[in-house]
């Protein structure tokens, strides 16, 4: 909906998005606007601080949670191993990892075409810390919005000197508990409680790593804020494209709201509900009637906007969805006797028809791909074995004459372990008949997450050859269970 009144010289049509054109958060200048976002209040607010502690809780818990002896969740870049779900994934399992990766990717297309930013406004990390607990921290400090602006225009008295001091420092101690759970994530959290337990002395690069991480997460939690979600996220700026007319998201509800007006003291009656009209209409008398929309332009659905915008202009990339509006709004429309949900989550769609569409044609064509990755990615997950095995026939290499009735080729092999233990591993060779000799010692104990590298020679009678190549298979064994095989070919000097 337009707030401006802005005409364009050439066209003489009114421009209804010039809001667009700048961040609610810089001024005219470039400088930034510091948002003092009011406390919500409200339903959503009360079912945010339950999500926020399941969610903590999880964030808290999760690295001391160990599946087969791994951690529950790792995302190891640094060696290059990942775990979910206890199960490991080594550089070898790329493809499934990009798999993985392309169904999330799918997934998250999808549920923002359906449902927009609900993850912003409920479960993404940077708004549960931010609004959920950096912020009521602030709010239990410094007070409400008001009071906030107030003190940090105030000059810096024993009070306020007090207040930022405790604030800043519940900041940074909260931030370095962050950071450490972080790198528990990346290095595991048997790592982090090393590096904890020991002397400074002996992890200096540990240590450091911490203070980079911790002073990151303060940064961004005290200073820079809400500029993560509007400039910086990505995910935010694909709104652009992913949103559609049935995406639900929070919305003003324009055909109920406009025209906005003040609510005129003793001249327009609270407005009644139905029953209150049909009683008024039964005791003769007609409650005075207020023309304007349902929005008394009370502002307050801006004031408790942590990312300074006006949802009545309308979905905007700022928007996380955080539902702050929505309390608000409630709240006023309690207080003015009209119904709830003059903000609400709805589609625009759903606002100008009155219908929500969720099932569309675009819905459905991603539902069909995402089945059908998700498919793949179990069936590619069930299938993978403890042990990948990789055997090649040696580079530059050909056939060898053992004996008179015997040849031999040599094999390279690479063995990774993906289980969560050590596996005594043999390789066999199951067709034609045949043997396999190790150069050097047996493969015997594979160490678990580690790979094993060497050679063997493949003997067999010159009978067995069907010509130039003849097709082998050589077997990984352990603990008396085949778990994987590989096919490749023996080099003979052909029929002659
Ligand atoms: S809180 Fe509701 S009534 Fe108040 S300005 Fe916002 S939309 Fe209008
Ligand atoms: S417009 Fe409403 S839902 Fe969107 S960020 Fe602001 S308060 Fe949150």
Not at 10 to 24: G, K, Q
Not at 27 to 41: E, L, N, S, T, V
Not at 257 to 272: I, M, T
Request: proline content about 4%; overall charge positive; aromatic content about 10%.
């Amino acid at each position: 909906m337009a707030d401006t009144k802005k005409l364009q010289p050439d066209t003489l049509v009114e421009d209804t998005e010039s809001f667009r054109d700048a961040l609610s958060t810089v001024d005219a200048q470039g400088k930034r606007i510091w948002i003092y976002p009011k406390q919500p209040q409200g339903r959503f607010y009360t079912a945010r601080k339950w999500v926020t502690a399941v969610f903590v809780a999880l964030f808290l818990v999760m690295p001391f949670i160990k599946v087969g002896g791994e951690q529950f969740l790792l995302l190891n870049v640094l060696e290059r191993k990942f775990v979910l779900f206890g199960m490991v994934f080594s550089p070898q399992d790329f493809h499934l990892f990009v798999l993985v990766m392309l169904t999330f990717l799918v997934f998250i297309i999808l549920f923002t075409v359906v449902y927009g930013r609900l993850f912003c406004g409920w479960v993404c990390p940077q708004t549960v810390f931010m609004e959920m607990i950096f912020r009521r921290i602030e709010y239990w400090i410094e007070g409400d919005a008001g009071e906030q602006r107030r003190l940090d225009k105030a000059p810096w008295t024993s009070e306020k000197i007090r207040k930022k001091a405790l604030k800043h420092g519940i900041f940074f101690t909260i931030a370095v508990v962050v950071s450490n759970y972080f790198l528990a994530y990346i290095i595991g959290m048997e790592q982090v409680l090393r590096i904890i337990s020991e002397p400074i002395s002996k992890n200096w690069v540990g240590f450091v790593s911490m203070l980079v991480f911790s002073g990151v997460f303060y940064f961004v939690f005290a200073r820079l804020r809400e500029q993560v979600c509007t400039t910086i996220c990505p995910y935010g700026r694909l709104q652009g494209v992913l949103l559609v007319k049935d995406t639900i998201v929070v919305a003003y509800d324009h055909m109920r709201g406009e025209p906005r007006a003040k609510l005129r003291k003793n001249k327009d009656a609270a407005q009644p509900s139905p029953v209150q009209r049909l009683q008024t209409a039964v005791n003769g008398g007609m409650a005075p009637a207020r023309t304007a929309g349902d929005c008394i332009d009370c502002n307050l659905c801006v004031a408790v906007c942590p990312t300074g915008i006006d949802i009545r202009n309308g979905t905007q990339l700022e928007c996380t969805n955080c539902t702050a509006c929505i309390d608000a709004c409630d709240q006023v429309m309690d207080k003015i006797g009209r119904p709830r949900g003059l903000i609400r989550y709805d589609s625009m769609t759903g606002i100008e028809t009155g219908h929500r569409r969720i099932f569309t044609p675009r819905v459905i064509g991603y539902t069909a791909v995402l089945i059908a990755l998700i498919a793949l990615d179990i069936a590619m997950l069930t299938g993978r074995g403890a042990v990948e095995a990789i055997i090649l026939r040696s580079p530059g290499q050909t056939y060898q004459e053992k004996d008179a009735n015997h040849l031999t080729n040599l094999y390279t092999f690479t063995l990774i372990n993906k289980a969560n233990r050590d596996l005594p591993v043999e390789l066999r060779l199951a067709s034609p008949k045949g043997s396999i000799q190790m150069v050097g010692q047996p493969i015997g104990q594979l160490l678990k997450g580690r790979t094993h590298k060497g050679a063997f020679f493949v003997e067999l009678e010159k009978t067995q050859l069907q010509g130039r190549k003849t097709p082998i298979i050589i077997e990984v064994w352990s603990e008396g269970k085949k778990i994987d095989y590989v096919k490749t070919s023996f080099m003979g000097p052909g029929r002659r």
